[in-house]
């Protein structure tokens, strides 16, 4: 492979280390974002997906592209289309990255989307994530920082994933065809509950951190200030599959993907501890 690889959201969590990865690997990047903002070793290029003639541009030169739907977007079908649409047009590879669990029923938009893209004639991979352990530095950062984490996750486990190996399993799947037409659910190496994460991250910051369940009305409540009421919704109906058990599963998709085993919850406490926790 010889083309270049349009990274779609190159400046956001996953997105920015993906661009790393594969600059790394001595790949050709178009590092995709609103503001073409540059990234060491990549070609900056703007692409706003809710500007459709900005998506061709993009995809010149292409071969294979990253794809993710922006957080927060309630309705992901038409913002993406145009996308996959062109993809299309050019025959070119589409990795694209939804979340765990979105496979459990087609209404489901983000699935969707999916299908969209197993619909379209394209090669694809489906790379669905398990939560994310970036969300204690992000989503979660202030409940943190004030030393009690609130969601309404209930005694539910997750295997958490670092985005680091969201990133270098898309990485895989971006410069490999062996895994074509497949969808993988991405997990961390274990299952543990908020309050066992809550442990990790007091071992890991120095301080004590709690966790305390809170109902949807008072989470959608808390967050909708910050995300907006629509999407607090959201994140508060995603919470279910977590009181229910079902994202505690642990797969080996990581490894498959990026060739190494995924990074636990321990370590990316420690490698993201602040420094004046």
Do not use: C
């Amino acid at each position: 492979m010889s083309a270049k690889i349009l990274v779609i959201g190159a400046t956001g969590n996953v997105g920015s280390h993906l661009v790393k990865t594969l600059v790394a690997r001595g790949e050709q990047v178009r590092a995709a974002s609103r503001q073409a903002r540059i990234i060491d070793g990549a070609e900056a290029v703007r692409l706003d997906l809710n500007d459709p003639t900005t998506i061709a541009p993009a995809f010149d030169g292409v071969d294979r592209a990253y794809l993710i739907v922006p957080p927060g977007e309630l309705n992901p079908v038409s913002l993406i289309k145009p996308v996959i649409e062109e993809a299309a047009r050019r025959k070119a590879k589409i990795v694209l990255q939804t979340a765990i669990g979105v496979d459990a029923d087609d209404n489901i938009p983000l699935r969707q989307v999916e299908l969209l893209l197993q619909g379209s004639g394209v090669p694809f991979v489906i790379l669905r994530p398990n939560w994310f352990s970036d969300n204690f530095a992000t989503y979660w950062g202030h409940d943190v920082a004030n030393g009690t984490i609130e969601v309404p996750a209930g005694e539910g486990k997750s295997s958490f994933i670092d985005v680091r190996d969201i990133a270098e399993s898309a990485a895989g799947a971006l410069t490999s065809d062996a895994f074509d037409g497949q969808a993988f659910v991405l997990t961390g190496p274990e299952a543990l509950s908020y309050a066992e994460a809550a442990v990790v991250l007091s071992k890991a910051y120095g301080k004590t951190i709690g966790y305390r369940s809170i109902d949807d009305a008072a989470f959608i409540a808390k967050l909708t200030p910050v995300v907006g009421e629509g999407y607090a919704q959201l994140l508060a109906a995603i919470y279910h599959p977590v009181r229910e058990g079902w994202t505690a599963g642990v797969t080996d998709a990581v490894e498959r993907l990026s060739g190494h085993a995924p990074r636990s919850l321990e370590q990316w406490a420690r490698d993201n501890a602040p420094v004046n926790a």
